[in-house]
């Protein structure tokens, strides 16, 4: 039997066996296996962005690209997943500030 998971809220929950377990989100740990999805036309827009500015805020990708600023952040979230894009964030004294979003090699993109 294979293990099924939806989000709920920040939180992920993975049933199996009939069996619910809690998981979080890891902002800074990428999963072991990416959840499946096709590339659309907002990622190339991402992808375009952040090609063209080298580094880009969260916040100017959202201005950026245009659109719901939650998908966008959805889908960087993605393709930070998918290994397409990095990302980091300054430290701070409670949280951290907004993810910064980079290109790391272009071997990545060589199939």
């Given at each position: 039997?294979?293990?099924?998971s939806?989000?709920?809220?920040?939180?992920?929950?993975i049933?199996?066996?009939?069996?619910?377990?809690?998981?979080?989100?890891?902002?800074?740990?990428?999963?072991?296996?990416?959840?499946?999805g096709?590339?659309?036309?907002?990622?190339?827009?991402?992808?375009?962005?952040?090609?063209?500015?080298?580094?880009?805020a969260?916040s100017?990708?959202?201005?950026?690209?245009?659109?719901?600023?939650d998908?966008?952040?959805?889908?960087?979230?993605?393709?930070?997943?998918?290994?397409?894009?990095?990302?980091?964030?300054?430290?701070?004294?409670?949280?951290?500030?907004?993810?910064?979003?980079?290109?790391?090699?272009?071997?990545?993109?060589?199939?």
């Amino acid at each position: 039997m294979q293990a099924r998971s939806f989000p709920i809220g920040c939180q992920y929950v993975i049933q199996f066996r009939n069996q619910f377990l809690w998981q979080r989100f890891s902002k800074f740990v990428r999963p072991h296996e990416p959840r499946p999805g096709e590339i659309t036309d907002r990622d190339l827009d991402i992808l375009d962005g952040v090609l063209r500015y080298r580094f880009c805020a969260a916040s100017q990708l959202v201005r950026l690209v245009g659109g719901n600023e939650d998908v966008t952040h959805r889908r960087l979230r993605r393709l930070w997943e998918w290994q397409l894009l990095n990302r980091w964030a300054f430290p701070g004294i409670r949280t951290h500030s907004e993810f910064y979003y980079y290109l790391d090699s272009r071997a990545q993109w060589i199939c």
